[in-house]
Nanobody, 125 residues
Framework: VQLQASGGGLVQAGGSLRLSCVAS????????MGWFRQAPGKEREFVAG??????????YYLDSVKGRFTISRDNAKNTVYLQMNSLKPEDTAVYYC?????????????????WGQGTEVTVSS
């Protein structure tokens, strides 16, 4: 499985960006996909995740991004998106997409089997 993230950039506070992560390879094993971020000098942290369950997709968010970020997936395109609105300077980080075969949205990065290369988001004040 390979993950290719894109969509990062420089934006002013209050602006929006949409990140994309395209998966290739054995995508049938990617029941859960997530976004993490890592700011300079800080540990990688969970941002949002989406899991396919037997009934419907489930999502989970870091508290500080709830109401501002939306994660979604297009299974036909093997793509997961992160729509980021009302961006704040503290959202500045390198954003990584991740995937795993499990159906639980883990917030621990070590649980995820596959990682994209990261895309940089800079929010200016």
């Amino acid at each position: 499985v390979q993950l290719q993230a894109s969509g990062g950039g420089l934006v002013q506070a209050g602006g929006s960006l949409r990140l994309s992560c395209v998966a290739s390879g054995r995508t049938s094993s990617m029941n859960t996909m997530g976004w993490f971020r890592q700011a300079p000098g800080k540990e990688r942290e969970f941002v949002a995740g989406v899991a396919i369950t037997w009934s419907a997709d489930r999502t989970y968010y870091l508290d500080s991004v709830k109401g501002r970020f939306t994660i979604s997936r297009d299974n036909a395109k093997n793509t997961v998106y992160l729509q980021m609105n009302s961006l704040k300077p503290e959202d500045t980080a390198v954003y990584y997409c991740a995937a795993g075969a499990f159906r639980t949205i883990y917030v621990t990065s070590s649980k995820y089997d596959y990682w994209g290369q990261g895309t940089e988001v800079t929010v200016s004040s």
